[in-house]
T-cell receptor, first 109, second 114 residues
Protein backbone atom coordinates (compact mmCIF):
# COMPACT_ATOMS: atom_id res chain seq x y z
CA UNK A 1 0.00 0.00 0.00
CA UNK A 2 1.16 3.53 -0.80
CA UNK A 3 2.70 5.77 1.86
CA UNK A 4 1.06 9.03 2.91
CA UNK A 5 2.55 12.30 4.14
CA UNK A 6 0.62 14.73 6.33
CA UNK A 7 1.56 17.87 8.27
CA UNK A 8 2.27 17.11 11.91
CA UNK A 9 -0.16 19.66 13.29
CA UNK A 10 -2.66 22.33 12.30
CA UNK A 11 -4.83 24.86 14.07
CA UNK A 12 -8.28 26.03 13.05
CA UNK A 13 -10.65 28.62 14.48
CA UNK A 14 -13.99 27.35 15.68
CA UNK A 15 -16.69 27.77 13.03
CA UNK A 16 -14.20 28.02 10.18
CA UNK A 17 -13.44 25.35 7.64
CA UNK A 18 -10.56 23.00 8.44
CA UNK A 19 -8.61 21.87 5.38
CA UNK A 20 -6.32 18.92 6.04
CA UNK A 21 -3.91 17.99 3.23
CA UNK A 22 -2.45 14.59 2.45
CA UNK A 23 0.20 13.64 -0.07
CA UNK A 24 0.07 10.15 -1.60
CA UNK A 25 2.23 10.52 -4.69
CA UNK A 26 2.83 6.75 -5.08
CA UNK A 27 -0.86 5.82 -5.10
CA UNK A 28 -1.87 3.12 -7.58
CA UNK A 29 -4.86 3.22 -9.87
CA UNK A 30 -6.99 0.86 -7.79
CA UNK A 31 -6.12 2.28 -4.37
CA UNK A 32 -8.62 4.31 -2.38
CA UNK A 33 -7.96 7.24 -0.03
CA UNK A 34 -9.49 6.85 3.42
CA UNK A 35 -9.67 9.30 6.30
CA UNK A 36 -10.07 8.37 9.95
CA UNK A 37 -9.79 10.46 13.07
CA UNK A 38 -8.90 9.59 16.63
CA UNK A 39 -10.11 11.70 19.47
CA UNK A 40 -7.92 11.45 22.55
CA UNK A 41 -8.02 8.01 24.21
CA UNK A 42 -10.71 6.68 21.87
CA UNK A 43 -10.59 4.26 18.95
CA UNK A 44 -10.22 5.70 15.44
CA UNK A 45 -13.43 6.73 13.70
CA UNK A 46 -14.04 6.42 9.97
CA UNK A 47 -14.77 9.72 8.23
CA UNK A 48 -14.86 9.29 4.46
CA UNK A 49 -13.16 7.57 1.51
CA UNK A 50 -12.85 8.08 -2.24
CA UNK A 51 -11.17 6.84 -5.40
CA UNK A 52 -10.97 9.77 -7.80
CA UNK A 53 -14.17 11.77 -7.55
CA UNK A 54 -14.82 14.26 -4.82
CA UNK A 55 -16.94 12.84 -2.04
CA UNK A 56 -19.15 14.42 0.61
CA UNK A 57 -21.00 13.01 3.58
CA UNK A 58 -22.51 14.40 6.75
CA UNK A 59 -19.12 14.69 8.41
CA UNK A 60 -16.79 16.03 5.74
CA UNK A 61 -15.81 16.49 2.12
CA UNK A 62 -12.91 14.81 0.36
CA UNK A 63 -11.23 16.52 -2.57
CA UNK A 64 -8.84 14.34 -4.61
CA UNK A 65 -6.63 15.99 -7.23
CA UNK A 66 -6.99 14.90 -10.82
CA UNK A 67 -3.62 13.11 -10.79
CA UNK A 68 -4.66 11.49 -7.46
CA UNK A 69 -1.29 12.31 -5.89
CA UNK A 70 -2.84 14.34 -3.10
CA UNK A 71 -6.14 14.97 -1.35
CA UNK A 72 -7.72 17.37 1.13
CA UNK A 73 -10.19 16.58 3.86
CA UNK A 74 -12.52 19.49 4.57
CA UNK A 75 -14.47 19.89 7.79
CA UNK A 76 -16.80 22.73 6.75
CA UNK A 77 -17.55 24.24 10.17
CA UNK A 78 -15.04 22.99 12.72
CA UNK A 79 -16.12 22.69 16.34
CA UNK A 80 -14.09 22.09 19.48
CA UNK A 81 -15.17 18.45 19.32
CA UNK A 82 -13.31 18.07 16.01
CA UNK A 83 -9.99 18.40 17.84
CA UNK A 84 -8.33 15.04 17.08
CA UNK A 85 -5.57 13.28 15.17
CA UNK A 86 -6.60 12.84 11.53
CA UNK A 87 -5.16 9.94 9.56
CA UNK A 88 -5.03 9.71 5.78
CA UNK A 89 -4.67 6.11 4.54
CA UNK A 90 -4.26 4.63 1.09
CA UNK A 91 -5.71 1.17 0.71
CA UNK A 92 -6.13 -1.22 -2.16
CA UNK A 93 -9.10 -3.52 -2.60
CA UNK A 94 -7.27 -6.43 -1.00
CA UNK A 95 -4.76 -4.48 1.04
CA UNK A 96 -4.21 -3.60 4.65
CA UNK A 97 -4.87 -0.21 6.17
CA UNK A 98 -1.48 1.21 7.18
CA UNK A 99 -1.78 4.31 9.32
CA UNK A 100 0.70 7.14 8.76
CA UNK A 101 1.68 9.59 11.47
CA UNK A 102 -1.44 11.74 11.03
CA UNK A 103 -2.19 15.42 11.60
CA UNK A 104 -3.11 16.73 15.03
CA UNK A 105 -5.89 19.27 14.44
CA UNK A 106 -6.57 21.70 17.25
CA UNK A 107 -9.76 23.73 16.96
CA UNK A 108 -9.51 26.92 18.98
CA UNK A 109 -12.36 29.08 20.33
CA UNK B 1 -25.85 -1.58 16.23
CA UNK B 2 -22.51 -0.22 14.94
CA UNK B 3 -20.54 -0.84 18.08
CA UNK B 4 -17.37 -2.81 18.73
CA UNK B 5 -16.91 -3.55 22.39
CA UNK B 6 -13.66 -4.41 24.14
CA UNK B 7 -13.03 -5.74 27.59
CA UNK B 8 -11.40 -4.99 29.88
CA UNK B 9 -10.90 -1.22 29.51
CA UNK B 10 -7.71 -1.35 31.54
CA UNK B 11 -5.41 -4.23 32.40
CA UNK B 12 -2.30 -4.37 34.54
CA UNK B 13 -0.32 -7.59 34.40
CA UNK B 14 3.02 -8.91 35.47
CA UNK B 15 5.51 -10.41 33.07
CA UNK B 16 4.69 -13.95 34.20
CA UNK B 17 0.91 -13.60 33.98
CA UNK B 18 -1.46 -14.96 31.37
CA UNK B 19 -4.39 -12.75 30.43
CA UNK B 20 -6.80 -12.31 27.54
CA UNK B 21 -8.34 -9.34 25.77
CA UNK B 22 -11.81 -9.71 24.34
CA UNK B 23 -13.50 -8.00 21.41
CA UNK B 24 -17.08 -8.40 20.24
CA UNK B 25 -19.19 -7.07 17.37
CA UNK B 26 -22.73 -7.87 16.25
CA UNK B 27 -22.74 -6.15 12.88
CA UNK B 28 -22.31 -9.38 10.92
CA UNK B 29 -18.80 -8.34 9.91
CA UNK B 30 -16.56 -11.14 8.64
CA UNK B 31 -13.21 -9.38 9.09
CA UNK B 32 -11.75 -8.56 12.48
CA UNK B 33 -8.46 -6.87 13.36
CA UNK B 34 -6.07 -6.32 16.26
CA UNK B 35 -3.95 -3.17 16.37
CA UNK B 36 -1.34 -2.01 18.87
CA UNK B 37 -0.91 1.70 19.57
CA UNK B 38 1.91 3.19 21.57
CA UNK B 39 1.56 6.68 23.02
CA UNK B 40 1.61 9.46 20.40
CA UNK B 41 2.04 6.91 17.58
CA UNK B 42 -0.40 5.64 14.95
CA UNK B 43 -2.07 2.24 15.32
CA UNK B 44 0.02 -0.68 14.03
CA UNK B 45 -1.70 -3.69 12.54
CA UNK B 46 -1.03 -6.98 14.35
CA UNK B 47 -3.50 -9.58 13.08
CA UNK B 48 -6.41 -9.86 10.67
CA UNK B 49 -9.06 -12.57 10.68
CA UNK B 50 -11.30 -13.21 7.70
CA UNK B 51 -14.22 -15.58 8.07
CA UNK B 52 -12.77 -16.79 11.38
CA UNK B 53 -9.43 -17.73 9.81
CA UNK B 54 -6.16 -15.92 10.43
CA UNK B 55 -5.42 -14.03 7.24
CA UNK B 56 -2.61 -11.65 8.20
CA UNK B 57 0.01 -11.89 10.96
CA UNK B 58 2.34 -8.90 10.90
CA UNK B 59 5.27 -10.86 12.36
CA UNK B 60 3.94 -10.44 15.87
CA UNK B 61 5.89 -12.21 18.67
CA UNK B 62 4.39 -15.51 19.80
CA UNK B 63 3.67 -14.12 23.28
CA UNK B 64 0.60 -12.63 21.55
CA UNK B 65 -1.83 -15.33 20.45
CA UNK B 66 -5.05 -14.38 18.63
CA UNK B 67 -8.18 -16.49 18.52
CA UNK B 68 -11.47 -16.09 16.67
CA UNK B 69 -13.93 -18.56 18.22
CA UNK B 70 -16.85 -17.35 16.12
CA UNK B 71 -17.74 -14.58 13.70
CA UNK B 72 -18.66 -12.13 16.47
CA UNK B 73 -15.80 -12.66 18.87
CA UNK B 74 -12.06 -12.02 18.77
CA UNK B 75 -9.64 -12.73 21.58
CA UNK B 76 -5.99 -11.84 22.12
CA UNK B 77 -4.22 -14.12 24.57
CA UNK B 78 -1.22 -12.64 26.33
CA UNK B 79 1.61 -14.56 27.97
CA UNK B 80 5.07 -13.60 29.23
CA UNK B 81 4.77 -10.02 28.03
CA UNK B 82 7.50 -7.42 28.36
CA UNK B 83 7.15 -3.88 29.72
CA UNK B 84 7.57 -2.54 26.17
CA UNK B 85 4.32 -4.31 25.27
CA UNK B 86 2.45 -1.74 27.33
CA UNK B 87 0.14 0.03 24.89
CA UNK B 88 -3.45 0.60 23.81
CA UNK B 89 -4.77 -2.50 22.04
CA UNK B 90 -7.48 -1.74 19.53
CA UNK B 91 -9.91 -4.14 17.94
CA UNK B 92 -11.70 -3.34 14.69
CA UNK B 93 -14.11 -5.02 12.33
CA UNK B 94 -15.24 -4.53 8.75
CA UNK B 95 -17.75 -6.22 6.49
CA UNK B 96 -15.02 -7.96 4.51
CA UNK B 97 -11.22 -7.84 4.48
CA UNK B 98 -11.09 -6.56 0.94
CA UNK B 99 -13.27 -4.14 -0.91
CA UNK B 100 -13.94 -0.59 0.20
CA UNK B 101 -15.48 -1.33 3.56
CA UNK B 102 -14.59 0.95 6.41
CA UNK B 103 -13.33 -0.36 9.72
CA UNK B 104 -15.21 0.14 12.96
CA UNK B 105 -12.95 0.43 15.97
CA UNK B 106 -13.55 -0.38 19.60
CA UNK B 107 -12.43 1.95 22.41
CA UNK B 108 -9.38 -0.18 23.15
CA UNK B 109 -7.83 -1.90 26.14
CA UNK B 110 -5.05 0.00 27.85
CA UNK B 111 -2.48 -2.57 28.89
CA UNK B 112 0.29 -1.98 31.40
CA UNK B 113 2.95 -4.65 31.87
CA UNK B 114 4.87 -4.40 35.13
Amino acid sequence: DAKTTQPTSMDCAEGRAANLPCNHSTISGNEYVYWYRQIHSQGPQYIIHGLKNNETNEMASLIITEDRKSSTLILPHATLRDTAVYYCIVKGMAGKSTFGDGTTLTVKP
Amino acid sequence: DTEVTQTPKHLVMGMTNKKSLKCEQHMGHRAMYWYKQKAKKPPELMFVYSYEKLSINESVPSRFSPECPNSSLLNLHLHALQPEDSALYLCASSQEIGGTYEQYFGPGTRLTVT
